[in-house]
């Protein structure tokens, strides 16, 4: 794998070989083209980038979607700006998953470890309901907020070396949890087993991971960016687990990114019995055709057309000389919108709950970043709604402030424009 140095900027590398099976069989699938990194917004519009390629690929031997690079980790995550708290909506599904979660393990106080675990909102959540509690986290920022604020974090990567240093120092835990991250990290063999060297045995380790399915069924191409470079189903997560003696045996639906798994397995050597939910989720998976190339080669196609259909609703409203602003400036929105190409430019504002991107532009198009009160002081007359995984909470809250106007919401399916007023 050839690594490129792009003078001072970010390292990648080219990916010739699958991530998880290691088969020299990758087709290509998708090319978004070169990007920013989704989540390095900028202080100033006029702040050099650097581009990276941005390429969806294909494992003809296993079926894992991946990207085409990968990218130096410390780029992407020593200082990140998603708070998982920051949404309602997030934090009342850590609460349900939480009580999930403590239903399946005998212990009333369970000692628990998260692996990227953010602002701790998880862990809070556990941690209120009798366990143990501790996270570990690149971002720095989050893991001082978190530990601030009485959730303990490291601030480091999780991999075999520092899972070692932890059971030195900890001992084991009873739950390893790894929620919404094993999709980012360039070496999924080693973060696997690091979560499997964590936990006790016959502990319970947790992954949550956006479901490839739903990215295929409802064309969710906005998933895709440099921070995710897997896309799995879950044949190929029970096979990542497998690798490190994990059994997959429970899975439950999240909302999470508009449709993730979490998959719960046991560390032991002997086969465990499939809950009937894993029992027909997987069979449900294997009908689907999700391991088949030509769905992924109509996926590609799909997108490029839906991308098309986009621009000319925008273009629409454009061109009756209406503002327009986004909603919610997350990764996914920067994909967005670096693939529509100049129409992004008609975005007056990007409107995002979170203090900390206020001030900053959306990396590539240069929008500046608000929050929902400054925005929607523009006086704005059509939204685009990013994140519409969150469409009723949004919605609520626009009617709420009293904002009447048209609503653009990209997925899933094509492309939905209508009115609201309040």
């Not at 920051?86 to 009333?108: H, K, Q």
């Not at 690091?194 to 319970?204: F, N, R």
Request: aromatic share 6%; net charge negative; with cysteine.
């Amino acid at each position: 794998m050839e690594i490129f140095a792009l003078s001072g900027e970010p390292q990648f590398r080219n990916i010739i070989t699958c991530r998880l099976c290691g088969a020299e069989s990758l087709t290509d699938i998708l090319d978004l083209g070169a990007q920013p990194l989704a989540n390095s917004l900028v202080d100033r519009p006029d702040e050099h980038e650097a581009l990276i390629p941005l390429k969806l690929v294909y494992c003809r031997e296993c079926g894992l979607a991946q990207l085409s690079v990968d990218v130096d980790p410390a780029a992407m995550f020593r200082e990140y700006l998603w708070v998982t708290g920051t949404s309602a909506s997030t934090r009342d599904y850590c609460e349900g998953l939480a009580d999930w979660i403590v239903d399946r393990v005998a212990n009333s106080s369970p000692l628990v470890i998260e692996m990227a675990s953010n602002d701790g909102t998880l862990l809070r959540a556990l941690s209120d309901r009798g366990a143990k509690v501790l996270g570990i986290d690149p971002a720095a920022n989050l893991a001082l907020e978190a530990t601030a604020r009485g959730i303990e974090t490291i601030p480091d990567f999780l991999n075999p070396e520092t899972a070692k240093q932890i059971v030195d120092t900890r001992g084991q835990f009873d739950i390893a949890i790894a929620r919404n991250v094993m999709s980012h990290v360039p070496d999924p063999r080693g973060a696997i087993q690091a979560l499997s060297q964590l936990t006790v045995d016959g502990g319970l380790v947790l992954i949550e991971f956006h479901s490839a399915q739903t990215i295929l069924d409802e064309l969710h191409y906005d998933s895709i960016y440099h921070e995710h470079t897997m896309y799995h189903s879950l044949q190929t997560m029970q096979r990542l687990m497998a690798l490190a003696g994990l059994q997959a045996f429970d899975v439950r639906r999240s909302p999470i990114s508009g449709g993730s798994w979490a998959l719960l397995a046991k560390k032991t050597d002997a086969e465990v019995p499939l809950s009937s939910d894993l029992s027909d989720a997987l069979a449900a998976d294997r009908r689907s055709g999700i391991a088949d190339e030509s769905v992924w080669l109509n996926f590609g196609r799909r997108a490029i057309s839906h991308r098309d259909h986009l621009v000319r609703e925008i273009a629409k409203i454009a061109e009756s000389d209406k503002s327009i602003v986004g909603y919610g400036a997350s990764a996914r929105s920067s994909t967005m919108l670096n693939f529509l190409g100049p129409i992004a430019k008609k975005l007056r504002a990007i409107a995002d709950a979170s203090p900390l991107k206020h001030g900053k532009y959306s990396p590539g198009v240069n929008v500046p970043i608000e929050s929902p009160q400054a925005v929607l002081q523009k006086q704005p007359e059509a939204v685009l709604l990013f994140a519409f995984n969150f469409e009723d909470e949004i919605l609520d809250n626009l009617k709420s402030a009293g904002w009447s106007g048209e609503v653009i919401v990209p997925f899933p399916g094509d492309p939905r424009v209508f009115s609201i007023n309040s």
